[in-house]
């Protein structure tokens, strides 16, 4: 589904991403850990289609298209669903003018009919339910107000809503209590099939313990320098990212 | 052309003019007319030298001899549909080329309570009354578009309301351009609304050609004691129009004057917006939207006099410019030393989506009171990247999110258009216009 390789990416002139590859399958969940600073949500972000940041080297294929090549729209329609850090407020514009517009460009782009007004409110509802958000929700602008619990369940409902092939989770748990963690842990489960793909970006373990990975990876100074199953993320938990740090220093033996 | 050849234009116009008048000639009234030309002549067109035209030209509208109307020009009836709302019980007064059409107008309302009516018919039917508030409440002493507009008055719309008299159905002004030839209009507009009323006036300018002419209007409106006036001005004329207006308010104790003035349309747009308030316990909601593209320039000077002790004035102007258009916003709020306890906001906020678009944008308090409270801020800014980013990663195209955040920009104006076709209407009118622009 997803093949990065050799990505280099710099932020105003920092190379930040010295060389990613990775490959996510189908059906697969990949967490990406590390330290802060490491480029994490960077890389998140550049999947997404974020324009400030600038692709040095390396190509990224996502169902056999170049990815870099698609606008950030174009690659939402196509599946690619990126949960937000930090999700922008936007005032003016309610949540149900956002997620109508949102859900018809990507049927209309499916060739699927757009939805009518009492569809998708039926389809609001059966989604709100999932991250126990109220419909008060779809009258409020976007992300206005919200607390950051609600922030970040906001986004797991979109993605619910949206159903995307490749979900990108950048630091969702980050800032959430642990309430709030299991309805965002079940909005993912949920998601989770044979068809589509998970990444999780975070820097805690927690999160792994109720979206139980496939694959491990650690980030350290723009560099995949560790992957392994589910195991790696708890080592990673009691010791901290110093070891793995400590090795990376250590030039590797071809 | 020399300024002061187009100063001699209108001028001799004035001579033409009067020689038509015919009985109204006659009234106290043409007296006024009279000082009012010297006044323009003495005044002469404003250059950007002088203080409150600074980023202002008229020049361009100085190239062109505009004739005065001299008959009703036709229209059929249907344009009026693009215009009205369908659903409201709209009393329509209608102007075309800047006189009176009985043919196209519908007023429903008429008694000795309520009058809806030309300026023209009024003087006649109505002098006293007329003649009792007419120029009454604005100055011409050193505004010469309102000179000029006194001198050429002639006709506009006369609306009285007597005291207590709530009336639910708005009033409607729609004022029409058409044909080819370059004219030049003096609307003029006398609103009197008597104490505990309550009245809806909404005005429309629209244009039918292309063809380049000016509207040079004057409205003058009283708010009697615990008087209401909704008062809704949209102004979407083709981009050859020049389009002046001087309003001035005058607000009476406990009264409420709210106000929405959007700005679409013409290549040169200068508002003055004044309100007086003159009592006690007044309050006064000023509302302003203008969308620029092209080369359009617009302008917005609004002054509020809080002359009297525990008034509320509100007041948010907000701009979206593109492509090279210019806006200005002058706000300027006095509080004389007897207003104690006045609150005052003032808010303006520009949207420039280009490098060529600009503002100049001046919040300008005078205040001689020591218990007040006063805050106002201006800011220029560019559309969100951020916002832009969160809407394009979840699939809405490039276009359409930038009209979303467009028009989320301008929501807290469009709110306070209270009737619900109207505010539909523009937001409709507005949308269109975004996506326009992307499309050209």
Request: proline share 2%.
């Amino acid at each position: 589904m997803l093949k990065v390789k050799g990505l280099k990416v710099a932020v105003e002139g920092n190379e930040i991403l010295k060389g990613i590859d990775l490959e996510v399958n189908k059906g697969e969940v990949h967490a990406i850990m590390g330290p802060n600073g490491s480029g994490k949500s960077t890389l998140a972000n550049v999947l997404a289609g974020r324009e400030e940041y600038e692709v040095l080297a390396g190509e990224v294929l996502y169902n056999g298209q170049n990815l870099l090549d698609m606008k950030p729209e174009e690659r939402a329609r196509e599946g690619l669903f990126l949960a937000f850090q930090y999700p922008v407020e936007i005032p003016g514009v309610s949540m149900s003018n956002f997620l109508k517009t949102a859900l018809n460009e990507l049927r209309d782009h499916h060739g699927q009919e757009k939805l009518d007004a009492m569809e998708f409110f039926a389809l609001m509802r059966e989604k709100l339910k999932l991250v126990n958000m109220d419909e008060k929700l779809l009258s409020r602008s976007i992300n206005e107000g919200f607390s950051g619990g609600e922030k970040k369940r906001n986004e797991i409902f979109q993605m619910a809503l949206l159903e995307p092939k490749l979900a990108i989770l950048d630091e969702t748990d980050s800032g959430l209590d642990i309430d709030a963690l299991k309805i965002v842990s079940k909005g993912v489960n949920q998601l989770r099939s044979q068809d589509n793909a998970i990444i999780i970006v975070t820097h805690y373990q927690r999160l792994l313990n109720y979206i139980v990975p496939d694959f491990v990876h650690v980030l350290v100074d723009g560099k995949i320098v560790k992957s392994g199953d589910k195991g790696l993320a708890l080592k990673l938990d009691e010791q901290g990212y110093d070891w793995v740090k400590d090795n990376v220093s250590e030039p590797v033996a071809a | 052309m020399e300024i002061t050849d187009i100063k001699q234009w209108y001028i001799s116009n004035f001579e033409l003019f009067e020689e038509s008048l015919n009985g109204s000639r006659e009234t106290p009234f043409h007296e006024v007319r009279r000082s009012a030309i010297s006044k323009f002549s003495e005044l002469g067109f404003p250059t950007p030298r002088h203080e409150e035209w600074k980023y202002t030209n008229v020049a361009p509208m100085l190239e062109h001899k505009f004739k005065l109307p001299t008959e009703v020009a036709k229209v059929p009836k249907e344009v009026l549909r693009d215009f009205t709302f369908d659903t409201l019980k709209e009393n329509l007064v209608v102007f075309v080329n800047g006189l009176f059409s009985e043919e196209l107008s519908n007023i429903a309302l008429n008694s000795d309570d309520i009058i809806v009516s030309s300026l023209r018919n009024a003087m006649v039917n109505h002098a006293d009354l007329v003649y009792k508030h007419l120029g009454r409440y604005v100055s011409f002493e050193d505004e010469s578009f309102t000179a000029l507009n006194t001198a050429f008055t002639n006709d506009g719309t006369f609306i009285f309301v007597t005291d207590n008299k709530v009336i639910e159905d708005p009033i409607h002004l729609i004022y029409i351009s058409d044909g080819d030839t370059e004219l030049v209009s003096h609307l003029r507009n006398l609103f009197i609304v008597g104490k505990n009323s309550q009245v809806k006036i909404i005005e429309s300018f629209h244009s039918l050609s292309d063809t380049t002419y000016f509207n040079n209007l004057v409205t003058e409106v009283f708010v009697d004691e615990c008087a209401i006036i909704d008062h809704i001005k949209l102004q979407e004329e083709s981009i050859n129009a020049f389009h002046i207006s001087n309003s001035q308010v005058q607000q009476e104790r406990q009264s409420v004057y709210r106000t929405v003035n959007i700005d679409l349309g013409g290549g040169l747009v200068r508002n003055n917006l004044n309100v007086l308030l003159n009592d006690e316990h007044c309050e006064s909601h000023l509302f302003g939207f203008f969308l620029g593209q092209g080369t359009q320039h617009i302008d917005n000077h609004t002054f509020i006099d809080h002359a009297k002790p525990h008034c509320f004035s509100n007041e948010l102007y907000k701009g979206i410019l593109d492509d090279k258009a210019r806006g200005v916003f002058n706000g300027k709020i006095i509080v004389r030393p007897d207003a104690q306890k006045t609150n005052a906001l003032q808010s303006n906020k520009t949207l420039l989506l280009t490098d060529d678009a600009s503002i100049n944008a001046k919040p300008q308090l005078e205040i001689f009171a020591d218990d007040v409270k006063c805050t106002h801020g201006a800011t220029i800014g560019q559309l969100d990247d951020e916002a832009m980013f969160y809407l394009r990663a979840r699939g809405i195209g490039e276009e359409m999110a930038g009209a979303m955040l467009r028009h989320a920009f301008i929501s807290d104006v469009l709110e306070n258009i209270k009737i619900e076709e109207v505010r539909e209407r523009m937001d409709a009118h507005i949308i269109e216009r975004f996506t326009k622009a992307l499309k050209s």
